[in-house]
C-alpha cells in the first residue's frame, strides 16, 4: 500500500491552488452545494432523494475497501432505486483533481494515500461540504443518538477547519513502536522504559547479532514519529501545541534538542539495519517481518499491511515510545494519536445528501466491526471492538488507546511545506549526513518560512 501519510505536492497542489484563486467564479463558496433532494422522514432523516444515483470514490490501501463495500451495500438496501457508481482506487488525487476544478466531483470520496488532493487546498477553496448535517442527524444504529455522539473524542475536532467539520476520519490511528513478543520472549528482551534503557537494549541485540532498528527509509516520515513523540514527552502539550502554530524557535526547543539527539544516537552508535536509508516501506517492514531487525516504527495499520508476509507466531504488537528524560511532562503511557482514511463530501456533488447518507451508514457498529475485523484497525466508533477476539497488534494498539494522554500534532496536514523540510531533514539526519544541530536548523527554518508566507493559511490551537 502506499505510504498513509505522504502529501500530495506538485501538479496537483498547484492546479488545486489555481482552482482556489478563482473559487466563487463558478459558485463553489457555497459549501452545502445544489443537488437532488427528497423528503427528511424518520426512515431517511438525511432526505435523500430516492433514485439520485450515487457515485463513490475509494481509496483501496491496506485497509481494503470490504468495509466500505458493506456501506455500499447498505444504501442499496435502504435506498433500492438508486444506482451506484463505486470506485476502489489509488492516486486519488491525479483521478479525481479534474473533476474537483471542473465542478464535476463524486458525491463522496475517501481522500487517502499517496497522491492524495491536498486537503488544505481544497479547504481554501470551499470545495469541501459542511458536515454539520450528518453529525447531527439521528444514528444508524440508535435514532436517540446523533452520529457526532457515536464518534471517539477528537475525531471531529480534526476534522474542523475554520469552525466548520469538513472532513470525517474514519481509523482511529495510533503511532509507536513495533517488536515481535515472540522474538522478545526467546532472546530475554524487555521492552525498555526510558530512552536510555532502549540504547542499552540495543547495544545487547547488536552484540547478538541482531539488528536493533530498520526504518522506511524512502519516507522518513516513517522515523519523524518516534522523534517527536520523544519530543512531546519531554515538553508536554505546550510543546505540541508550539510547533503547530509555528512559534519562534520551537524546533530548537530544548525537548525538540533532546528528542533529535536521543534518535541520533540510533546512528551514531550502529543500531541502524545497514542500507535501511534506501529501503521504501514494504521493504523495511518485510525485513522486520522477517526477524533481521528487532525494532520498526509504525503506526497502528501496520499488522494489516503485514498480514500476508509475516509468519504465524511472529506476534507483532506495538509499544507506546519510551520515555526520554525521567523528567517527562507526559507519562510513560502517552502516545501519539489521530484519526486517518479521510472521508469527504464536495460541496459540488451532485448528490450530496446520498453523500452525507453513506457515511451515516459507514459509521454504523456492524459495519465498524467488520472494519476492526478485517483490517486490524481501531475504527472510530465508540465500542466498535466491544466482544471481539483481537490479534495480537490490534490488541496492543486498542490497550494503547485507553491512555488518558493522547497528542497529536496538526502541521502536516496544515503546512505541506514544513512536513516536507521536516522529512527531508530527518532523512539526511538518519543517513548520517546531518547532526542534531543541521536538522533543527533545516526544519527550523522551513517553519519559519512558512509562517513568512502570506499565501499560507495560518491556523492556531
Known amino acids: 500500500m502506499s505510504t498513509r501519510r505522504t502529501l500530495l505536492a506538485g501538479a496537483s497542489a498547484l492546479a488545486l491552488t489555481a482552482c482556489a484563486t478563482n473559487a466563487g467564479k463558478s459558485g463553489d463558496g457555497d ?155 526467546q532472546r530475554g528482551w524487555t521492552y525498555p522504559k526510558t530512552w536510555a534503557d532502549m540504547l542499552t537494549l540495543c547495544g545487547e541485540m547488536k552484540k547478538a547479532g541482531v539488528a536493533p532498528w530498520t526504518w522506511q527509509g524512502k519516507y522518513p516520515e516513517y522515523m519523524n514519529d518516534p522523534l517527536i513523540s520523544l519530543a512531546a514527552k519531554a515538553g508536554g502539550q505546550d510543546l505540541v501545541k508550539s510547533v503547530d502554530n509555528l512559534e519562534p524557535n520551537a524546533w530548537k526547543s530544548p525537548a525538540m534538542t533532546a528528542a533529535v539527539t536521543a534518535v541520533h544516537e540510533l546512528v551514531a552508535r550502529g543500531y541502524v539495519m545497514t542500507g535501511s536509508e534506501g529501503l521504501s516501506h514494504t521493504e523495511a517492514q518485510n525485513a522486520w517481518s522477517k526477524g533481521q531487525a528487532a525494532f520498526i516504527p509504525c503506526g497502528s495499520w501496520l499488522e494489516s499491511e503485514q498480514e500476508q508476509v509475516t509468519t504465524p507466531g511472529f506476534d507483532m504488537v506495538m509499544a507506546t515510545v519510551p520515555e526520554l528524560t525521567g523528567s517527562d511532562k507526559l507519562p510513560a503511557g502517552a502516545v501519539m494519536s489521530a484519526s486517518s482514511e479521510s472521508f469527504l463530501v464536495p460541496a459540488r456533488a451532485k448528490n450530496g445528501q446520498g453523500g452525507l447518507e453513506y457515511l451515516r ?19 472510530v466508533v465508540k465500542g466498535a471492538t466491544d466482544g471481539l477476539t483481537l490479534s495480537s497488534g490490534l490488541s496492543s494498539v486498542a490497550g494503547a488507546a485507553k491512555s488518558r494522554d493522547l497528542f497529536g500534532y496538526r502541521f502536516r496536514t496544515w503546512y505541506p511545506a514544513l512536513a516536507k523540510g521536516l522529512d527531508d531533514a530527518t532523512g539526511e539526519l538518519m543517513a548520517g549526513r546531518a547532526t542534531p544541530a543541521q536538522w533543527a536548523d533545516r526544519v527550523q527554518k522551513a517553519a519559519d518560512d512558512v509562517a513568512k508566507d502570506s499565501s499560507v493559511t495560518r491556523r492556531k490551537r
Open 31 to 185: 459549501s452545502n452545494g445544489g443537488g437532488r433532494k427528497g423528503a427528511a422522514t424518520n426512515e431517511n432523516p438525511l432526505g435523500v432523494a430516492s433514485d439520485a444515483p450515487l457515485e463513490v470514490v475509494i481509496f483501496k490501501g491496506g485497509y481494503g475497501d470490504q468495509y466500505a463495500q458493506q456501506a455500499r451495500d447498505g444504501y442499496r438496501q435502504r435506498h433500492a432505486k438508486a444506482t451506484i457508481d463505486y470506485k476502489a482506487i489509488q492516486r486519488v488525487g491525479e483521478v479525481l483533481q479534474p473533476r474537483f476544478i471542473s465542478d464535476s466531483p463524486p458525491d463522496v470520496v475517501d481522500n487517502t494515500g499517496a497522491g492524495r488532493l491536498d486537503l488544505a487546498t481544497l479547504v481554501t477553496s470551499n470545495k469541501l461540504r459542511d458536515l454539520g448535517e450528518l453529525l447531527d442527524a439521528p444514528s444508524l444504529d440508535d435514532p436517540t443518538v446523533k452520529v457526532r455522539d457515536t464518534l471517539l473524542p477528537g475525531v471531529v475536532d480534526e476534522g474542523t477547519y475554520d469552525g466548520k467539520p469538513l472532513v470525517l476520519n474514519y481509523a482511529s490511528v495510533l503511532w509507536g513502536i513495533w517488536y515481535s513478543k515472540s522474538l522478545f520472549a
Open 361 to 379: 451508514i459507514l459509521l454504523s457498529r456492524d459495519i465498524a466491526k467488520g472494519f476492526a475485523q478485517n483490517s486490524k484497525a481501531l475504527p
